[in-house]
């Protein structure tokens, strides 16, 4: 039989003299009770496994999606509502977040769309056919649509399709002829300069017909690059020789370069600590680097059982999001190395592009699977509007949830995740090969 005796600690023990009344314990504090921690415990225990339980991610999937895998997402800074997309089959289409539906529709390409970017409500497309296309995406533009137009379906009233003076103020503003194929396009944050990647790393100026230089680095082919948005004269690529390699548009050259083991198929850059950079590689894992010192990743961040496919910081730079050929999306705390979420669902197939909306709220996937799907950035969060008391408790939740994370019980439920089976099983191989 245990006995259970209660202890006290030796520092608070005081010998009982004859001529003095015993001491007890104060309690100076009358708000904190004797068991206060205990059931603090309980409430975060509690909170951890609610959270879990109401855990929903999925909002619902934009309209009836594309005819095509979806393989390019981009965002409107101006617009928080506002993205498109680009598909196997050349279309780009244009999306409301808010009421989930389409906005505008582009037969942009002949073949699959390479590329998107948006800038000042100009929308930058490449392709497969050796075009780049500049289209706008003003909403005072799309009045009506045009089935047999080839360049822009939605076109104004009294522009080309409705009449008048016979310019098009939405669709193609201006086409761009180049000697190859193109593999990805970015815009600089002020100029009206524009570069794109394929068999060379070519810039462009938007007044002018041809590219205005030509930047290379060993790399045959070159299938990300991307403006860094404070030096905004620094350009990151990637290229098919497994290579990282950074530009300097002042003066042509290149600046660094790092070979890894395998090819790196997405870049992007921190928007907040924007000398850091996050790669999504075919070995499964993603990389934070710090440009000034590419010789060492800050971090490697493990979990997908599939080559990485596209990688995007949240606005806040506190965190980012994959989404990998293992058909997951796995969202990471930037400084830690273990992804702190597994979104999936039964249908979804290959992930190639993911994006967080401009207010971090929510992100958006692209697929194989030809739809493009929404969710929450948080989980168990709801949108709906709380009250004070509400919004205090949920406060008072997540101090508790924080103060103790690191309790075996609290910390096994907040990390356990269901995955698919084929996810779970080449996890298992993984980790067994790593321990030979």
């Not at 490449?126 to 799309?142: E, L």
């Not at 310019?167 to 593999?183: R, V």
Request: aromatic share 10%; hydrophobic share 30%; proline share 3%.
């Amino acid at each position: 039989m245990k006995v259970k005796t209660i202890s006290r600690s030796s520092d608070t023990y005081i010998p009982v003299k004859n001529t003095q009344e015993s001491a007890l314990p104060r309690n100076l504090n009358p708000a904190l009770h004797p068991f206060e921690r205990a059931r603090e415990y309980t409430r975060a225990l509690q909170a951890t496994k609610l959270e879990r339980m109401f855990a929903q991610p999925f909002i619902g999937q934009l309209g009836d999606g594309h005819r095509d895998g979806v393989y390019f997402i981009a965002k409107n800074y101006q617009a928080t509502n506002q993205i498109a997309s680009g598909s196997g089959d050349g279309i780009i289409k244009y999306w409301n977040l808010t009421d989930r539906l389409e906005t505008a529709s582009f037969k942009a390409h002949y073949g699959m769309v390479s590329g998107i970017c948006i800038y000042a409500n100009k929308m930058y497309s490449c392709g497969d056919d050796k075009t780049i296309k500049i289209w706008s995406v003003n909403s005072d533009d799309f009045d009506i649509k045009v089935n047999d137009d080839v360049d822009g379906i939605y076109r104004n009233q009294l522009g080309g399709a409705g009449g008048g003076d016979g310019k098009t103020s939405g669709g193609l503003l201006k086409t761009f002829i180049g000697e190859h194929s193109f593999k990805g396009i970015d815009h600089h944050r002020d100029d009206d300069l524009f570069v794109t990647g394929g068999a060379t790393i070519q810039l462009w100026d938007v007044n002018r017909s041809k590219h205005i230089s030509d930047l290379s680095w060993g790399a045959d082919n070159v299938g990300t690059v991307k403006f860094n948005q404070t030096e905004t004269n620094i350009i990151a690529s990637s290229g098919s020789d497994n290579s990282i390699v950074l530009y300097d548009i002042r003066t042509n050259t290149p600046v660094h370069k790092v070979v890894t083991s395998l090819r790196n198929n997405c870049i992007t850059w921190n928007p907040m600590e924007t000398f850091n950079f996050a790669t999504g590689n075919e070995d499964h894992n993603g990389y934070l680097y710090d440009m000034r010192n590419l010789q060492k990743t800050l971090k490697v961040y493990k979990g997908h059982v599939g080559a990485i496919m596209d990688v995007d910081f949240a606005p806040t730079g506190q965190e980012l999001v994959t989404g990998s050929y293992d058909k997951t999306i796995r969202l990471w705390k930037t400084l830690d190395g273990r992804s702190k979420d597994v979104y999936h669902t039964k249908r979804m197939q290959k992930v190639f592009s993911v994006k967080y909306s401009t207010d971090s709220k929510y992100i958006i996937s692209g697929s194989d699977d030809t739809n493009l799907r929404v969710w929450r950035s948080d989980a168990s969060s709801r949108s709906n509007i709380k009250s004070s008391r509400q919004r205090a408790k949920l406060e008072y939740q997540d101090k508790l949830k924080e103060r103790y994370k690191y309790m075996p019980e609290i910390n096994r439920i907040a990390r356990h995740r269901h995955l698919p089976k084929p996810v779970k099983k080449a996890q298992d191989m993984k980790r067994l090969y790593s321990k030979k």
